[in-house]
């Protein structure tokens, strides 16, 4: 498993009580605890009037659209983005959401839970 901080591989470290997950740059989680408290996402901007759109690109046949939760993949991200405005002339604008709230959780017997305050 990658650091969310630096793309380094965390190293689990185990005590008594609990077990983290660590890396050299001082990031360090409970194993149990790992949750998504951003995301970053590329928009695509239309330079008339400033209106956005969610930036995506094709894989293999599928639209990927350019969302991450971790360094590693905005990295990823953030090349392809240079790309295609090379390419296609597009402007990108990289967007961080930092505000987490659960909205509901879907489980596997079909169950719905609100989350939501």
Do not use: W
């Amino acid at each position: 498993m990658k650091c969310p901080d630096c793309a380094k591989n965390l190293y689990t470290e185990i005590h008594d009580d609990k077990t983290l997950l660590k890396c050299e740059c001082g990031y360090s989680r409970n194993k149990n605890y790992l949750k998504v408290n951003q995301i970053y996402a590329y928009f695509s901007v239309n330079q008339d009037d400033d209106i956005e759109g969610l930036a995506c690109f094709f894989n293999d046949d599928a639209l990927i659209p350019m969302i991450a939760a971790d360094k590693h993949r905005l990295d990823e991200l953030t090349l392809i983005a240079h790309d295609m405005v090379e390419k296609e002339g597009l402007a990108l604008r990289l967007v961080k959401f930092t505000n987490r709230e659960e909205i509901k959780t879907i489980q596997k017997t079909g169950s719905t839970t609100n989350d939501g305050r």
